[in-house]
């Protein structure tokens, strides 16, 4: 056995989310730009740019903009089971050629509550220089920073689709 024997591993972040919203809303939030610039990896306030190819292995490019910095994020649609299930990737191309995972499953528990359950999935490159407990730790932290942040993303897609619904409403 080589005395640094290194092996990357895959880091899973799951989550659930209920929304007081129909399952096709909550599949709309994830396909459409009008609201994917509102939530996912950007907002409206610094989202500079969304290209969208809906469409199994279409594509999707965002650019967004925080402090004068500019961020890509890029990724394919690999699976769209329209208001069921979503499968896709997420990279950042500028810092990384390597690409996430996500999974979206959609279904109605009661009529108009829908729950969301997602599935990330991510490599986190072992570096030589880490400790087993070191590399444990990093991954731990790129768990926790990654959950939250999606946590932040899905309260501001919860708000998306409240606020359409309040525009409905009014219309």
């Known amino acids: ?12 972040i799951n989550l659930e989310r209920l929304f007081k919203q129909p399952s096709e809303d909550v599949y709309r939030a994830w ?4 609201f994917l610039k ?6 409206e306030r610094t989202n ?8 199994d292995n279409g594509s999707y490019e965002i650019v967004d903009q925080i402090n004068g910095k ?10 769209l089971s329209p208001f069921e299930f979503i499968e896709m990737t997420v990279g950042m191309p500028e810092i990384s050629d390597d690409e996430d995972k996500i999974e979206v499953e959609i279904f109605e528990r009661e009529p108009g509550v829908t729950q969301m359950n997602v ?12 400790s087993t407990l070191e590399y444990k730790q990093k991954k731990k932290e790129y768990h926790d920073s990654t959950k ?15 606020d359409e619904e309040q525009e409905d409403d009014f219309s």
């Not at 509102?38 to 907002?43: A, L």
């Not at 500079?48 to 469409?55: A, E, G, M, V």
């Not at 309260?155 to 689709?161: F, G, N, P, S, V």
């Open 48 to 55: 500079q740019s969304i290209k969208l190819d809906i469409d």
């Open 31 to 34: 396909t459409e730009e009008a």
């Open 148 to 162: 939250h942040g999606f946590e932040i993303m899905f309260d501001r897609m919860q708000q998306a689709l409240i």
């Open 38 to 43: 509102q939530w996912f990896m950007t907002t």
């Open 119 to 130: 599935t990330y999935i991510a490599l986190l490159p072992k570096e030589r220089r880490l």
């Open 1 to 12: 056995m080589a005395k640094y024997n290194i092996e990357d591993e895959n880091i899973e």
């Open 70 to 79: 500019r961020n890509l994020v890029k990724g394919q649609f690999l699976t």
